[in-house]
């Protein structure tokens, strides 16, 4: 949460961070500002609440010509989304000038101390004390702007990526990170800090991800990382992945459309490499590499948060199908604070878009602390839960910017289908024969998504029908349960309408007081195991007046006399039923969105890396 990007160099550092800045915006749109150092050494900032545009309106036709410079695009934590609250913050004195992502957690005690030194604050944030304190340091050592920082640092609790400027020393930008995530360039006499590499890959593909605990100085030739403690470190180059037409729309109104109709490649990146349906094996790396651990282990834990977390129910089904294992899925969040019983016959699976989710990290950090094996199901390459893990599995659905996950969902389901069928192979729980015939049903699987996908001008009409409801309700069993679940949550994050996915059976157990002729009742009802018990459940929504939208499977006739509306998808696995009946679903909730006339990619509230607890 929070996006920060910086440049030094010989190019003007406007444009470009304004660029970083809009690339970013899915980690916080709260509000948005700039600092630039100009040739004379002036010291210009420009903030504003609301978008990067907003931004960019408010600094027309202001000085913004400047070799070196910060931007920030904030999700509020300390402070609401106003003008003084939005970054970057001034050192008291106006010397110096500083951006963050994270959390303070200390800082009421720093500020207190501060104030008694005689600062004062313009903000709410935990941020300004930061740079005060960066100051105040400097000022009683007598010590450069860079040992001022190291030493302000050892001082603070919490968690933070920072970057700060000083107009005593502006050859120079130094960046900090600790618990939230940063990236620097490194270009030809220029340098970038970023949140992520998506700012930076259209100048230079030589990336260095910071660690926790270190710092890097930037002038525009030079790269220096130490650790808070001082000692210096050999940055570790490498080059990046993702390429420019991977973070741009490409024609589409908008990033989660896009993603949506990604979705036949971006699954078959999952799995492409990894089957051999001759051999009927799978190529899991980080699988094999625990081979022995898994043919004997008891149970599995999974933790994740969000549509992770609903990845993460599937993942449970899949393991205790194929490979019959008990697995628990929890909720990172709680896991982390609930002295959970684990020790080193544990295998703890995150699930993680990002990489980065702060809560998701931390429950890794206690399942390894217990002695765990820990294993990441990620998709940002090089981010922090691939970075702690024993071993893990990228989910390859290239970068993902619509805050409203769609395409990394299916790639973490297509990456935890192969998992337990590779599990399974090796504790011989599946034999030879079905293994070979799913391989070759999940091949079949891009092609599936592309005839779901041709549904769009169905389901906008659909959409039409339901744009105005209050409230809906999504209904599956078994793998259908996660599908309902992950549906309701697309619906909520960007129409606002509240929704709400349950087990279809356990509707009478309270949501079907909730029915009327007003509420749309979305159920996943294909042709597998429960679907006469779920044809039940739909008899008795409509007993109730509820206004049925079935998921049913290709061919089954019978459906249209049960349902109010019938959106036909290809016959599959039924192992396989996420990765096709997510796709009417994300695209209904789109088209509703849309129709709205609400921020499909930046819906309110929400961020897209949650790197705060
Ligand atoms: C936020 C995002 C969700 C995402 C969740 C977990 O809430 O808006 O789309 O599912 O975080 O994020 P992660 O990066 O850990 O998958």
Redesign the pocket.
């Given at each position: 949460m929070c996006g920060i990007v910086a440049y030094i160099g010989y190019r003007e550092a406007y444009p470009i961070i304004i660029k970083g800045l809009k690339r970013l915006e899915y980690r916080g749109y709260d509000s948005s500002g700039v600092a630039l150092l100009t040739p004379e050494k002036n010291l210009n900032i420009y903030k504003k609440s609301g978008k990067v545009s907003d931004l960019e309106a408010h600094a027309s036709g202001k000085d913004l010509h400047a070799f070196t410079g910060m931007g920030h695009t904030r999700w509020a934590t300390h402070g609401v989304p106003n003008d003084v609250n939005a970054h970057p913050h001034l050192s008291q004195n106006g010397e110096f000038a500083i951006i963050h992502n994270g959390i303070i957690e200390n800082y009421h005690s720093l500020k207190t101390a501060l104030i008694e030194r005689g600062h004062e604050f313009k903000s709410e944030t935990d941020t300004e004390v930061l740079i005060h304190l960066i100051e105040e340091v400097h000022k009683n050592n007598i010590v450069s702007f860079e040992e001022a920082v190291r030493m302000a640092l050892t001082q603070v609790i919490g968690a933070y990526a920072i970057v700060i400027l000083s107009k005593q020393d502006p050859t120079y930008l130094i960046g900090a990170r600790k618990g939230s995530p940063m990236v620097v360039g490194i270009g030809e006499n220029e340098h970038f800090i970023a949140s992520d590499a998506t700012p930076i890959v259209e100048y230079t593909r030589n990336v260095v991800y910071l660690n926790d605990g270190e710092i890097v100085i930037i002038d525009k030739n030079k790269l220096t990382i130490k650790t808070i403690d001082n000692t210096v470190k050999t940055p570790y180059i490498h080059e990046l992945e993702i390429n420019l037409e991977s973070i741009e729309k490409g024609g589409f109104d908008h990033f989660m459309q896009k993603e949506i109709f990604e979705q036949p490649r971006s699954i078959l990146d999952s799995f492409r490499g990894r089957t051999h349906i001759n051999e009927a094996t799978i190529a899991m790396a980080g699988i094999d590499k625990f081979e022995d651990k898994l043919k004997n282990i008891k149970r599995i834990i999974i933790v994740?948060?969000?549509?992770?977390?609903?990845?993460g129910l599937v993942g449970e089904y899949l393991f205790e199908d194929f490979a019959r294992i008990p697995v628990e899925v929890e909720y990172?969040s709680e896991f982390r604070y609930r002295n959970p019983v684990l020790d080193e016959n544990d295998f703890v699976i995150?699930?993680?878009?990002?990489?980065?989710?702060a809560?998701?990290l931390a429950a890794l950090e206690l399942a390894k602390s217990k002695g765990a094996t820990i294993f990441g199901v990620?998709?940002?390459v090089g981010s922090s839960?691939p970075r702690i893990t024993d071993a893990g599995a990228y989910t390859h659905a290239g970068p993902?910017i619509g805050?409203?996950?769609t395409k990394?969902?299916t790639a973490?389901v297509t990456a935890l289908i192969l998992m337990a069928l590779s599990v399974a192979q090796k504790r011989g729980t599946i034999t030879t024969e079905r293994l070979r015939e799913l391989l070759i049903e999940l091949e079949t699987i891009p092609g599936k998504v592309e005839t779901a996908l041709k549904l769009d001008a169905h389901i906008k009409t659909i959409a039409e029908e339901f744009k105005n409801s209050r409230n809906a309700l999504y209904l599956g069993r078994g793998y259908g349960f996660p599908i309902a679940l992950e549906g309701a949550?697309k619906l909520k994050?960007i129409s606002y309408i509240h929704a709400e996915g349950y087990p279809a059976a356990e509707m009478k157990h309270g949501p079907i007081a909730l029915i009327d002729e007003e509420m749309p009742v979305v159920v996943i009802a294909t042709q597998h195991s429960n679907y006469e018990k779920v044809i039940s459940n739909i008899q008795e929504v409509r007993a109730r007046k509820g206004r049925v939208i079935a998921i049913a499977t290709e061919g089954d006739e019978h459906i249209t006399s049960q349902a109010d509306y019938v959106i036909y998808i290809p016959q599959c696995e039924e192992a396989m039923l996420p990765l096709i009946a997510s796709i009417p679903l994300q695209l209904l909730s789109y088209h509703i969105a849309v129709l709205r006339e609400c921020n499909v990619d930046q819906?309110r509230n929400?961020?897209?890396?949650?790197t705060v607890e």
């Open positions: 994740g948060c969000g549509t992770s977390w609903h990845a990172a995150a699930i993680s878009q990002s990489g980065e989710t809560d998701t990620c998709n940002v839960i993902e805050v409203a996950s990394a969902f973490q949550l994050e819906p929400l961020a897209k890396s949650v």
